[in-house]
């Protein structure tokens, strides 16, 4: 089989980039993915849409992601369920720098965010102990989209773009022949100009068997529901304790919390551990205490896909022609899924992006350029 662009991977970045390929006029693009549509992290992700980062880029690209999904609606037919979210940033002592940088970074972007000292937090988050914390941040534009939607949206309209999706389709080597790259697997011989890795936390092997590095590691990250908790305040709120790592979302019907630091990384393992559970509530019950009575429900595990500076990998690849790179999101794939498509199909068919993304780019690791990202959730 024969494309001009073949995209590796069927989780939101990759069908994102396809449908941008082809809305600007790519004529064949494939998209060859090793299980099924949204089989990988997508499937698992949360639907937060944050402009709070230690990163420039990351808001930016927030920014422009959000004007994409403001406009999701017209440009697929489908609603990703677009709300407004108040996310709290909790910082001690010891983070306290890292919110006062990131709040003067999204205000320069004229968006609405602002520090916020505990005493005034403290009849907002009734029932949460604040008593160490230095400083809190929020930002008005933060927002929530639903996922499955958004995949659903972009996968639907690949096929009416004449996209090809091939399910099933494990893309076992990457080999450069004369003037094209060959993607096998067992089931299928793709060649084509470009390619696109856009795997998730399964990018890595498919660099090795082309010979680069890419250093993306796979990173368990599990969120438990737990119920019966006393309301801690209105809805649509993300509290994110910066010094314990712990995430807590107050839902309608219950709550999610999530932990990283137990997590091995470099291992493909998806289960939910009961230990990390109960691990997760104690933490968790540090600043909440109401949450040591709450029963915990179930819980989801997926695989965050870490990069050492905690940014993503976008662009072409050193040393071989024709190899794109789009993965490596470190947790926050979902949001930037939108303007990133836009931004590699960009990168593919036009001299220069609309967003100047170099430095997030592959060789940054080479030159040893990195930007280390502070606050991933
Ligand atoms: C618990 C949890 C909560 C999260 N919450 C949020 C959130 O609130 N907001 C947010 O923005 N992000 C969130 N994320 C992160 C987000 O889900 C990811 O960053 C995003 O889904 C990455 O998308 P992707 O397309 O790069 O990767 P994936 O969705 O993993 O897609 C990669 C695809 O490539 C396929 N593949 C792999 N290897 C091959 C191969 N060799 N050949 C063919 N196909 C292959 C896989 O099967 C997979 O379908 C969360 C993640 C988790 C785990």
Same mark, same amino acid.
């Given at each position: 089989?024969?494309?001009?662009?073949?995209?590796?991977?069927?989780?939101?970045?990759?069908?994102?980039?396809?449908?941008?390929?082809?809305?600007?006029?790519?004529?064949?693009?494939?998209?060859?993915?090793?299980?099924?549509?949204?089989?990988?992290?997508?499937?698992?992700?949360?639907?937060?849409?944050?402009?709070?980062?230690?990163?420039?880029?990351?808001?930016?690209?927030?920014?422009?992601?959000?004007?994409?999904?403001?406009?999701?609606?017209?440009?697929?037919?489908?609603?990703?369920?677009?709300?407004?979210?108040?996310?709290?940033?909790? #910082?001690?002592?010891?983070?306290?720098?890292?919110?006062?940088?990131?709040?003067?970074?999204?205000?320069?972007?004229?968006?609405?965010?602002?520090?916020?000292?505990?005493?005034?937090?403290?009849?907002?988050?009734?029932?949460?102990?604040?008593?160490?914390?230095?400083?809190?941040?929020?930002?008005?534009?933060?927002?929530?989209?639903?996922?499955?939607?958004?995949?659903?949206?972009?996968?639907?309209?690949?096929?009416?773009?004449?996209?090809?999706?091939?399910?099933?389709?494990?893309?076992?080597?990457?080999?450069?022949?004369?003037?094209?790259?060959?993607?096998?697997?067992?089931?299928?011989?793709?060649?084509?100009?470009?390619?696109?890795?856009?795997?998730?936390?399964?990018? #890595?092997?498919?660099?090795?068997?082309?010979?680069?590095?890419?250093?993306?590691?796979?990173?368990?990250?599990?969120?438990?529901?737990?119920?019966?908790?006393?309301?801690? #305040?209105?809805?649509?709120?993300?509290?994110?304790?910066?010094?314990?790592?712990?995430?807590?979302?107050?839902?309608?019907?219950?709550?999610?919390?999530?932990?990283?630091?137990?997590?091995?990384?470099?291992?493909?393992?998806?289960?939910?551990?009961?230990?990390?559970?109960?691990?997760?509530?104690?933490?968790?019950?540090?600043?909440?205490?109401?949450?040591?009575?709450?029963?915990?429900?179930?819980?989801? #595990?997926?695989?965050?896909?870490?990069?050492?500076?905690?940014?993503?990998?976008?662009?072409?690849?050193?040393?071989?022609?024709?190899?794109?790179?789009?993965?490596?999101?470190?947790?926050?794939?979902?949001?930037?899924?939108?303007?990133?498509?836009?931004?590699?199909?960009?990168?593919?068919?036009?001299?220069?992006?609309?967003?100047?993304?170099?430095?997030?780019?592959?060789?940054?690791?080479?030159?040893?350029?990195?930007?280390?990202?502070?606050?991933?959730?």
């Amino acid at each position: 089989m024969k494309g001009d662009v073949l995209v590796i991977g069927a989780g939101i970045v990759g069908l994102s980039v396809a449908y941008n390929l082809a809305e600007m006029g790519c004529r064949k693009v494939i998209v060859a993915e090793k299980e099924f549509v949204g089989a990988g992290t997508t499937g698992k992700g949360g639907g937060g849409v944050r402009h709070q980062f230690s990163t420039e880029l990351n808001i930016k690209l927030t920014i422009e992601s959000l004007n994409i999904l403001k406009r999701f609606k017209n440009l697929t037919g489908y609603d990703p369920q677009l709300k407004s979210i108040s996310y709290y940033l909790l #910082a001690t002592k010891e983070e306290e720098e890292i919110l006062k940088w990131s709040v003067k970074a999204q205000l320069k972007h004229g968006l609405h965010s602002r520090l916020i000292e505990p005493s005034e937090l403290k009849p907002i988050l009734k029932g949460v102990v604040l008593d160490d914390i230095a400083v809190a941040s929020t930002c008005k534009e933060d927002s929530w989209v639903n996922p499955s939607i958004l995949l659903q949206g972009y996968y639907d309209s690949c096929i009416r773009h004449e996209v090809i999706v091939l399910e099933h389709t494990e893309i076992q080597t990457l080999k450069e022949e004369k003037g094209y790259l060959r993607a096998v697997s067992e089931v299928e011989t793709i060649d084509a100009d470009t390619v696109v890795i856009a795997a998730g936390a399964y990018s #890595a092997p498919l660099g090795r068997s082309i010979g680069v590095e890419i250093p993306i590691q796979p990173f368990k990250r599990q969120m438990f529901y737990v119920e019966g908790l006393p309301s801690v #305040a209105k809805t649509n709120l993300l509290l994110f304790d910066m010094h314990n790592k712990v995430a807590l979302v107050n839902r309608v019907e219950g709550s999610i919390v999530g932990v990283h630091d137990r997590s091995v990384p470099g291992s493909f393992d998806e289960t939910i551990n009961l230990d990390d559970a109960l691990y997760v509530k104690n933490v968790a019950a540090h600043r909440i205490p109401s949450i040591k009575e709450a029963e915990l429900t179930g819980g989801i #595990a997926g695989l965050y896909e870490m990069t050492p500076d905690r940014n993503a990998i976008l662009g072409c690849i050193p040393n071989v022609k024709g190899l794109f790179c789009a993965a490596g999101f470190s947790g926050h794939g979902i949001m930037h899924a939108p303007i990133v498509g836009k931004i590699v199909a960009e990168m593919i068919l036009k001299d220069k992006p609309s967003v100047d993304v170099s430095q997030f780019s592959p060789n940054r690791f080479l030159n040893n350029k990195q930007v280390y990202e502070q606050i991933v959730i």
